[in-house]
């Protein structure tokens, strides 16, 4: 299928659109685009290991400011424009070189879906979780990050449905937020988020209710709408509601799953590790939407049931009912690498089958030899 995307975001089109189109022109064409998409993904994970390493618990912003050093943060906002760019140069340098193919659709909507909750977790470091005064606590942070994916969902689903993606405003007014946020944390120091904005509200505060607002009264409209439109002009894709929403029921039966764990965990399990929970919240949605990317891609159905849904539940129904008991930590630790080493093999598998379906390498222009 033909690939096609529409951008109607003014900041996109009027102010990053010339930036990324000067930036291009030092590109060497010999680059694949692949590699742009895959440079900008390993600086964006690159980053959350080292905030990581000084701020596991999510507290470093909250109870000892400057436990991050300054460069940390100015090397964020350096990292994630990086990234942004790389992310909107990849599909030009494509066209540029004449080798766009659906493997490098994959690959970078792949990789976004990943990048996209990696993005918010290293985030959470910049406003720090609940100590009582400040930061935010780390249900409204599993909400959050649940909010930004059903974001990236719902433009999925739409693609699947309409045969278009309609690139969400969220993305840049999000990009430009971030790197803003890590001067701003770089230059001023992390107190700037500690101390009242407006009445009484803290930019946090006001960042959590943008991103509501976007989601809820922008974002999913929009799409509902997209939707409605195609159907009106008879180009969905799918005839039947049930084929339809097909997609939806994997991601929301993982959602629920997620938050029963969350609410019913006898060991708070969100409170003692939420780093290690909130980033397998990541890759298992991550991993769950890469299918529907490919379905929508080779027009094929999506099956009913995400085939990771059963060992989540296995471990949740254990965690909950008491069965796990003091193993709880442990078992999420052992579960969350797992279900990274699932996601990283399947990546790999995906991206070697397609290879060698296209003849192409993925990280190289040069055309496979046919055997």
Avoid at 195 to 209: A, E, H, M, R, S
Wanted: hydrophobic letters at 50%; charged letters at 10%.
């Amino acid at each position: 299928s033909q690939y096609s995307a529409v951008d109607t975001n003014p900041l996109s089109v009027y102010i990053m659109q010339p930036i990324w189109n000067k930036i291009i022109k030092i590109v060497p064409l010999w680059i694949a685009p692949n590699l742009l998409t895959f440079s900008g993904f390993i600086m964006i994970l690159f980053n959350y290991f080292l905030i990581s390493f000084y701020d596991w618990d999510y507290t470093a912003s909250g109870t000892s400011p400057g436990l991050v050093p300054t460069w940390v943060w100015l090397f964020s906002a350096f990292t994630t424009f990086c990234a942004y760019a790389l992310d909107c140069i990849d599909g030009k340098h494509a066209r540029r070189t004449q080798s766009s193919t659906p493997l490098g659709e994959l690959f970078d909507h792949g990789l976004d879906s990943w990048a996209t909750s990696i993005f918010v977790l290293s985030f959470f470091s910049v406003c720090s979780r609940d100590n009582g005064k400040t930061g935010v606590s780390v249900y409204t942070m599993y909400i959050y990050l649940s909010i930004v994916l059903f974001n990236f969902m719902c433009s999925h689903w739409e693609k699947y449905n309409t045969g278009v993606l309609f690139l969400p405003w969220g993305y840049d007014i999000s990009q430009v937020v971030l790197i803003a946020a890590y001067l701003l944390t770089g230059t001023v120091g992390v107190e700037v988020w500690q101390k009242p904005l407006l009445f009484g509200y803290y930019i946090t505060d006001l960042l959590v209710i943008l991103l509501i607002g976007f989601s809820l009264f922008l974002s999913f409209p929009q799409t509902l709408y997209n939707i409605h439109r195609a159907r009106l002009k008879k180009t969905l894709k799918n005839d039947s509601l049930y084929e339809g929403l097909l997609p939806l029921v994997s991601p929301l039966l993982l959602f629920i799953l997620l938050t029963v764990w969350v609410v019913l965990s006898p060991s708070n399990i969100l409170a003692k590790q939420p780093r290690l929970f909130l980033w397998m919240v990541g890759v298992a949605f991550s991993n769950v939407i890469c299918k529907v990317i490919i379905c929508q891609m080779s027009s094929t159905q999506p099956e009913l049931f995400h085939w990771f849904l059963f060992p989540l539940a296995l471990v949740v129904y254990a965690a909950i009912s008491g069965l796990l008991g003091r193993m709880e930590e442990a078992v999420l630790g052992v579960f969350t690498a797992l279900v990274t080493a699932a996601h990283v093999h399947y990546g790999v598998c995906v991206g070697r089958q397609l290879s060698e379906h296209l003849n192409i390498y993925i990280f190289s222009l040069k055309k496979r030899v046919q055997e």
